[in-house]
């Protein structure tokens, strides 16, 4: 009763109806802190709104040697820790209890949902964070403690967990058809309470191996089908002697991996049936993997109905690559299928060692060029350009690409025409291409690489072979892949054999040297893959960092569950509002930004900016001036220039300018321009400058003021999904969400998407979903 009443005094809930205070109590916790305790360290990723109800609480900046700076100390009926739930950021500032203090604090689901329905709290809410934000923005300590919060957190990537508020337990299943590999997690620790393997299913020696922090253990059984070997596992996890779980119901989620989701999934999902008819039309397409990954799903749940199920899909990192990546160059009419094309797989492991690689080098992902070379049972090169997936080496299927323990990877197309002539079948090719080809077929030996290096040390001569033109395989889709990402920053070693084999990365490094990728053969040699997760393999001399990481996929589809489950909460409640909140759709043809000193070397020593027509985003203007571009194919003239000033120059236009100026460019946020392509510009009188960088193709974003955001229940860098009514009807993937207090709402688009939605004035969006979050 008392929490009511002091809930309602707080100012900023003035407004809330009675139930809306109940709903707000519902899901209130309260937490007692000791003088001095910390309550939310700098780096932290902020998940709710605090009030302080007892006591006083301390809120300070730090610069980077440690000194703090005390900026704000709260007392009863004061909040903090509102700018997370608008930007999701890690916390720029320590807060300390100053005295033993009581605090309330509330979810951010809870905060935005009540804001959806009290429009009049929403503003009131939306003035103090709008006055907060305008001053941090100003501040320059401010702005350098929010640089660092990347840098200070242990967990930027959640790849612990951090976003469990209430530890649950996950279980992670890859279901396969002889195997089963499964592993239990309380998202409260880093590692498994346990895990094992089913080996030879279907086989009368099938064998059951668990792995706990108690203990292992070998057991052997016939298990004859899947089925069978799922409901082994249940009995061992399930164990009352061994204590992992009391029963069945405590496990709340399973995460499946899933290897194809076909054009269908963009992310990680909660099952329903729609989910597995999805998942069920896209088995063609991975024989080998997906109809078992099915069945995992299938029968689990029914063996624990209680727990939500999530299908983690292989597919889902690269489902925006580049139409010149995932295009193949077919018939026409095989060409209108959008479901013939590149999907690439591994996902979920290129996924989190680009993660890994990033918190263990304390830079941002979108700053980086990756290649992640997934060398394991099945192996894929994987390009990453700023966080996104640009080019994989696996195709429709996961036969492309590398030399893999049984398939055969890259042959040429014809081959299998010649061998259909002359009477091979399906099946046949099936089985030749999938399970007896590779390092199996080569060597005559094993499709394991362990014995393959071991007969070559025996003098086996095919297997000296293999291991060359494995290595040979890999090294040209690196060379490839520097080439597509224009430049390299990290070299990824992951899997059982990237991360096992000292002898297959000197190998795949030789002849890199003159292209600074340098390994340090000490280093490589000596990792001790056991005891450390990411290991620094690179010579000091080297441009390219070369790391060796731990594949961790399990604790990947841990977290993608947990994120899946986060969403699919948060949008539940919120989808109808959503679909009736539309948001105006406009094309954002090509256009420039300058800096002041551009400018007068483009337009003459003096000039400046003459304003022409405002924009839709307050303070933004068309200006009157405008530069030709000249690339080094043709050009395109009269590109309107958008004031204000900028601090660096941008040039942002379509895939078919692209194309008209010879430039291919990467679809990059607005201001992310590190290693794009330069132009030349042309300003009056014949005045040319070059830049050297900042051509992009602009990722398809929405604009929101913060109570727009708050309305939909989103944070500044969701990605979502929006369906634009037309007489097209078209769903985008992949639209970035932009929060600031002076946006507003708006959609933008470029004039290839607005062709293919048959653009026109007043057209609308409502937002389909959210799937999932842009990294920092
Ligand atoms: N230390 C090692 N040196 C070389 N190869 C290794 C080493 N450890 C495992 N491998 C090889 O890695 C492959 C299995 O990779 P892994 O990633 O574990 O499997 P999967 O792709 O099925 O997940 C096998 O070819 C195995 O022989
Ligand atoms: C898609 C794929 O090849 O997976 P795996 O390496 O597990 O066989
Ligand atoms: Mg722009």
Request: contains cysteine.
């Amino acid at each position: 009763m008392e929490l009511v009443k002091f809930l309602s005094s707080v100012k900023q809930f003035e407004d809330l109806t009675k139930e809306e205070i109940d709903y707000l109590l519902q899901n209130a916790e309260t937490v007692e802190y000791k003088q001095g305790a910390d309550i939310k360290r700098h780096g932290e990723i902020g998940r709710f709104l605090w009030i302080v109800y007892d006591g006083k609480v301390d809120i300070s900046i730090s610069d980077d040697d440690g000194n703090k700076e005390s900026i704000a100390s709260l007392a009863r009926g004061e909040i903090f820790g509102e700018m997370s739930i608008i930007t999701g950021e890690p916390s720029g500032v320590d807060v300390v209890a100053a005295d033993n203090s009581l605090l309330v604090r509330l979810p951010r689901e809870t905060i935005s949902e009540i804001f959806a329905k009290n429009p009049k709290s929403l503003s009131r809410f939306v003035q103090m964070i709008t006055k907060r934000l305008v001053k941090r923005q100003t501040e320059t300590t401010w702005s350098a403690s929010r640089e660092t919060a990347i840098k200070v957190n242990n967990d930027p990537y959640d790849l612990e967990f951090s976003s469990a508020v209430d530890p649950i337990k996950i279980l992670v299943v890859n279901c396969r058809n002889t195997s089963l590999k499964y592993t239990l997690f309380n998202t409260a620790y880093s590692v498994p309470l346990v895990d094992g393997i089913i080996e030879k299913i279907g086989s009368p020696d099938s064998s059951h191996v668990i792995h706990s922090p108690l203990g292992g253990m070998e057991q052997h059984e016939s298990l004859q089908d899947i089925a069978s070997a799922l409901k082994s596992m249940i009995t061992a996890i399930a164990d009352p002697k061994k204590g992992y779980l009391k029963n069945i119901e405590e496990i709340k989620a399973v995460g499946h991996r899933v290897v194809h989701g076909g054009d269908r999934f963009f992310n990680s999902i909660v099952v329903n049936d729609e989910v597995i008819a999805g998942i069920r039309s896209c088995n063609k397409m991975a024989p080998m993997h997906n109809p078992y990954n099915l069945m995992g799903i299938e029968v689990l749940e029914k063996l624990i109905p209680s727990a939500v199920h999530v299908a983690v899909f292989d597919t889902a990192f690269h489902r925006n690559m580049p139409e010149h990546a995932y295009r193949y160059a077919l018939s026409k009419s095989l060409n209108e299928d959008e479901t013939i094309r590149r999907y690439g797989f591994h996902g979920t492991n290129h996924n989190f060692v680009m993660l890994k690689a990033a918190e263990f080098l304390k830079r941002r992902v979108k700053e980086l060029k990756i290649i992640s070379c997934h060398l394991g049972h099945g192996s894929s090169v994987c390009a990453i350009d700023h966080g996104r997936s640009i080019d994989v080496s696996m195709g429709m299927t996961p036969l492309e690409g590398l030399i893999m323990g049984t398939r055969s990877g890259d042959v040429d197309p014809g081959l299998l025409l010649y061998l259909t002539q002359i009477g091979y079948t399906t099946e046949e090719l099936n089985r030749i291409l999938n399970t007896e080809s590779g390092l199996k077929g080569l060597t005559g030996v094993s499709g394991y690489m362990t014995d393959v290096l071991k007969a070559a040390e025996e003098g086996n001569v095919m297997a000296e072979t293999a291991i060359r033109m494995f290595c040979y395989r890999v090294k040209k889709y690196i060379g490839a892949y520097t080439a597509a990402l224009g430049g390299l920053d990290v070299l990824i070693f992951t899997g059982g054999i990237g991360a096992g084999s000292y002898e297959i990365r000197a190998r795949v490094c030789q002849g890199f040297e003159g292209f600074g990728t340098i390994i340090d053969s000490d280093l490589n040699k000596m990792n001790k893959p056991l005891t450390m997760q990411v290991e620094d393999v690179s010579d000091e001399k080297s441009k390219v960092k070369i790391l060796v990481i731990q594949p961790d996929e399990k604790k990947m589809i841990a977290r993608e569950t947990l994120h899946a489950m986060g969403r699919f909460h948060s949008s539940k409640n919120r989808i109808e509002d959503y679909k009736n909140m539309p948001i105006p759709v406009n094309v954002s043809a090509h256009h420039v930004h300058l800096n002041p000193a551009a400018f007068e070397k483009l337009f003459g020593a003096g000039k400046t900016l003459r304003e022409r027509a405002p924009l839709s985003q307050p303070g933004q203007f068309a200006a009157e001036e405008t530069v030709n571009l000249i690339g080094p194919k043709g050009r395109v003239d009269k590109v309107r220039i958008l004031g204000p000033f900028r601090k660096e120059c941008q040039v942002e236009i379509s895939r078919t300018e692209e194309f008209k100026l010879g430039i291919d460019a990467p679809v990059r946020d607005s201001g992310d321009i590190e290693g794009t392509p330069g132009i030349t510009l042309e300003g009056t009188e014949g005045r040319l400058l070059k830049i050297e960088k900042g051509v992009i193709c602009a990722r398809r974003h929405v604009h929101m003021s913060t109570e727009d955001a708050l309305r939909f229940g989103l944070r500044d860098r969701d990605v979502v999904l929006v369906k634009i009514k037309s007489s097209r009807e078209l769903t985008f993937g992949d639209v970035l969400v932009r929060v600031n207090p002076e946006y507003r709402l708006d959609m933008h688009i470029d004039t290839d998407e607005g062709n293919a939605v048959q653009h026109t004035v007043g057209m609308q969006g409502y937002i389909e979903g959210i799937q999932s979050r842009a990294f920092m």
